[in-house]
């Protein structure tokens, strides 16, 4: 029946450009009709990933080949995976257990904790989820060059043409043994919102950076980890173009916290490649809610010293029963009015924000976009279907992007984020998606000239995507 109808359908249109009309019906026609949806979503232009973590991205299968290949050391409880020889029992080489004939069954686990392949319920989905970077960190972090490419080849696969990884902490040799006592100064002056006083510590800190040559030692650590592997790799080509994020470690000290948001402000403002700032890791950690006002006041600091930098923020990744019920109502709200975010990463926990229709309206009227990771909030955080913000933003007309978080672990890509956009959200039509695909070029902090060239191929991409349809 269908065959018949989609067939007088282009009999009715020829090989015409097909109407917007024409296209609304037959999308609104597939979207429960699975298979149709994906190959639909799989051909659709994406435009851009801008929710991406290098190391969760990278597909579990690469690093275990990864691992086997340069013969890693794993400790058969944990299944931690280390380049160097390890003390204890626990810990084999990869060829040793080739040899004893356990291989297979050990891919089998190491697939099973470096992912959420085969997950069940023993321990909390937070916890698998973030416990994992840490088994195969070493793995991920000597696969760059192959990573990077990984995600290249998908992304032309599944028609997305821009990638913005959150990819590097800056890490550069400085002495800030001085404010070795700062931590609990800062700490105790943060109990009390005393922002001047904060302010002024910052100011030292800032001043010892700088006089220790920081400038000349994030170029060099810019040339060394992104811009030389960019272009030796050409990883940009006319069809894919990548650019980097840094980030900062949510459950460090306050000094080492705001050492690494300068750093990596500096290496923002000193690269091309390099377009944004985030702050990573988990948002309910007991150090990351003690301290997110003054985490939120730094970037505040930094937004009024480097007014070239993007900060993108991850900010309410939260919800009820994870945190207790008035840990839940500022951080959206903190990362908006104080840090000035350019962008917000999840922000699942928008209902439960003081004044939060407030705050939509401010972000709709100021274009401060959210990333919406569907599976990861569905994995993490149990959160799917109309538990899920995602209509708030839309009735509020807070611009929309569609990510994927950590495709790797989550075992996801864009496609499928847009498969379950469409599966879940029946008020989002396909005039809806295309603006959110549209929202993720226009909102990346890739450079003008830049965006708009990527812009102009996205147009072209829907033209041939469109004529392509039955
Ligand atoms: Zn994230």
């Known amino acids: 029946m269908k065959k018949i109808i989609l067939l007088a359908l282009n009999l009715f249109f020829g090989t015409a450009i097909i109407s917007a009309q ?30 991406h973590h290098y190391s ?26 280390k380049r160097a020889p390890q003390e204890g029992n626990n810990w084999k080489k990869l060829s040793v257990l080739r040899e004893e004939g356990k291989l297979n069954e050990y891919k089998l686990k190491m697939l099973k904790h470096w992912s959420i392949q085969y997950y069940n319920t023993e321990i909390p989905s937070d916890k698998h989820f ?10 991920v972090n000597d696969y760059t060059a192959e990573g990077l490419l990984e995600f290249k ?51 030292k800190i ?25 272009d030796s790799l050409k990883i940009d080509s006319d069809n894919f173009t990548m650019r980097y994020q840094n980030y900062l470690l949510r459950f460090m000290p306050p000094v080492d916290v705001f050492k690494s948001l300068i750093l990596s402000s500096i290496s923002d403002e000193t690269s091309d490649l390099i377009v944004g700032v985030n702050i990573v890791a988990p948002e309910h950690g007991e150090v990351s809610m003690r301290d997110y006002w003054l985490h939120m006041l730094m970037f505040n600091y930094c937004q009024k010293k480097f007014t070239k930098v993007n900060y993108a ?17 500022s951080h959206i709200n903190d990362a908006v009015y104080l840090a000035n975010a350019d962008r917000i990463g999840h922000a699942t926990g928008m209902p439960y924000e003081i004044n939060s229709s407030r705050l939509l309206r401010y972000m709709a009227e100021n274009k401060i976009p959210v990333e919406v ?17 995602i209509l708030l933003f839309k009735d509020y007309g807070v611009p929309i992007v569609i990510s994927t978080d950590d495709a790797g672990i989550l075992r996801t890509n864009l496609t499928d984020q847009f498969v379950t956009l469409a599966k879940s959200y029946p008020s989002f039509h396909y005039a809806d998606i295309k603006e959110c695909v549209y929202n993720s070029l226009e909102f990346s902090f890739i450079d003008i000239e830049k965006k708009k060239g990527l812009l102009k191929d996205l147009d072209n991409r829907f033209i041939q995507f469109e004529k392509s349809l039955p």
Request: proline content about 2%; cysteine-free; hydrophobic content about 40%.
């Open 56 to 81: 969760g991205s990278v597909y579990t299968e690469s690093l275990i080949e990864k691992a086997i290949k340069d013969d890693y050391f794993l400790n058969i409880k944990t299944m931690v995976a």
């Open 206 to 230: 800032y001043e010892s950076i700088i006089k220790q040559n920081a400038l000349e030692k994030v170029a060099e650590f810019n040339a060394k980890h992104i811009e030389n592997p960019h």
């Open 153 to 203: 080849e998908r992304a032309i696969k599944e028609n997305v043409s821009y990638i913005e990884t959150q990819y590097k902490e800056v890490k550069v040799r400085l002495d800030l043994s001085e404010f070795k006592n700062a931590n609990s100064k800062i700490l105790s002056l943060a109990s009390q919102k005393d922002t001047t006083a904060i302010f002024t510590i910052f100011d």
């Open 130 to 139: 973030f416990d994992s970077f840490g088994k195969f960190r070493e793995v």
């Open 22 to 51: 024409s296209i609304d019906e037959y999308f609104e026609r597939i979207r429960h009709d699975e298979a149709a949806l994906i190959s639909f979503m799989s051909k659709m232009p994406k435009g851009g990933d801008l929710h």
């Open 373 to 389: 990771n569907l599976t990861s909030n569905a994995f993490i955080l149990n959160i799917r279907k109309d538990e899920h913000p």
């Open 313 to 329: 923020l991850h900010a309410g990744e939260l919800t009820l029963g994870l945190v207790k019920p008035e840990e839940l109502t």
